[in-house]
C-alpha cells in the first residue's frame, strides 16, 4: 500500500513539474488538470440502491405467475400471498406471532452480542485470557449451535429458555471470532505509543482498544444479527406454539404455500431491515475511514 502511494505521488510530480528549460508538456498537463485518470474502484453509490436487486427479483417471480410458467401449487403468486397477508393482519394473527419472534430474536442477539464481546475484549487483553478462552470458543465455532439442539433440549426443556439459548449461541460466537480478530489485529505501535505516554488500563481501552476493534465489532454484529434469524427459524418449529415459524410449519402441513411465503418475507423485512439499521450505524461510528464502500 505505501509503495502504491509512492508511485501515485512519483506520477504526479513527474507529469506536472516542467522540465527546465524544455518543451512545456501541455497534453499531460491537460490530462491530469481534467482528472481523466483511470477509476479502479466500484463507482458512486445510489441511493436505496441495494434494492434493486430484490426488487427485479418480485418482478420477475410476478412476470412468470402471470404468464402461467409458474404453477400455484408450488409457488403462490404475488397477488395470492398479498392477500393472504392482509387476512392474516386483519385476524391479529401475524402481529401476534411476529410480536414472538422479535422477543426471542431480541433476546438472542442481547445476550448473544454481550458474552461475545466480553469474552473477546478477556481474550484480547490478557495472555491468561487468551489461553483459557480461546481454544474452547474456537471448538465452539465448529460445532454448529443447531447440532447442539439435542443436547440443549437435554438440558433445558423445549422451552423459551432453550429457543433463547440457541440463538444467543450463535450470535456470541459470531461476535466473539470477529471483535477478537480485530482487537489482537490492533498495530502492536500504538500499544507502545500508549505505553510511552504512560497512559492508564481505562484511557488505552477508550483510546485505543475501542476504535481498533469497532470495525471487527461491526461485521460480528451483522454476521449476529443474520444469525440470530436463522436460529430463530429452526427453533420456532421445535414445539413451539407461537412465532413465524410456528406458522409456516403448521401451513406446510396443509400445503399453504401462500402462508409460507408471508412466514418467509416477513423474516426478509427484519432481516434486511435490521442490517441495514447495523449499516447506518456503522457508517456513522467509522465516519473517519475512506472506503470503497463509500
Request: proline share 4%; hydrophobic share 50%.
Amino acid at each position: 500500500m505505501t509503495d502504491l502511494l509512492a508511485k501515485a505521488r512519483t506520477a504526479d510530480t513527474e507529469t506536472v513539474t516542467p522540465q527546465p528549460g524544455g518543451p512545456r508538456n501541455t497534453e499531460g498537463t491537460a490530462r491530469v488538470s481534467k482528472g481523466t485518470r483511470r477509476r479502479l474502484g466500484p463507482g458512486r453509490a445510489l441511493p436505496f440502491g441495494r434494492l434493486i436487486g430484490p426488487a427485479l427479483l418480485v418482478l420477475a417471480w410476478w412476470a412468470a405467475s402471470a404468464s402461467g410458467h409458474l404453477d400455484p401449487r408450488i409457488l403462490s403468486s404475488p397477488g395470492t400471498v398479498l392477500a393472504t397477508a392482509g387476512d392474516l393482519v386483519a385476524t391479529g394473527r401475524l402481529q401476534d406471532n411476529v410480536l414472538i419472534s422479535l422477543q426471542r430474536a431480541g433476546l438472542g442477539l442481547f445476550f448473544g452480542v454481550t458474552a461475545g464481546v466480553i469474552l473477546a475484549v478477556a481474550a484480547g487483553l490478557s495472555r491468561g485470557g487468551e489461553y483459557l478462552l480461546d481454544g474452547p470458543l474456537q471448538i465452539k465455532r465448529a460445532i454448529p449451535s443447531l447440532a447442539m439442539l439435542p443436547l440443549l433440549i437435554l438440558w433445558l426443556g423445549i422451552g423459551e429458555q432453550m429457543k433463547v439459548t440457541v440463538i444467543a449461541l450463535g450470535v456470541a460466537v459470531n461476535m466473539y471470532i470477529n471483535t477478537y480478530a480485530s482487537l489482537t489485529g490492533i498495530d502492536s505501535r500504538y500499544v507502545e505509543l500508549a505505553e510511552g505516554l504512560d497512559l492508564n488500563r481505562a484511557t488505552f481501552i477508550r483510546k485505543v482498544v475501542v476504535p481498533g476493534s469497532l470495525p471487527g465489532f461491526f461485521v460480528g454484529l451483522r454476521l449476529g444479527v443474520t444469525s440470530s434469524w436463522l436460529g430463530l427459524i429452526v427453533v420456532e418449529q421445535i414445539n413451539a406454539t407461537s412465532g413465524i415459524g410456528y406458522m409456516m410449519f403448521q401451513a406446510q402441513q396443509y400445503a399453504q404455500s401462500d402462508v409460507i411465503i408471508v412466514g418467509l418475507v416477513a423474516y426478509v423485512i427484519f432481516g434486511f431491515a435490521s442490517d441495514a439499521a447495523v449499516r447506518a450505524v456503522e457508517r456513522k461510528a467509522l465516519s473517519w475511514r475512506r472506503t470503497l464502500a463509500g
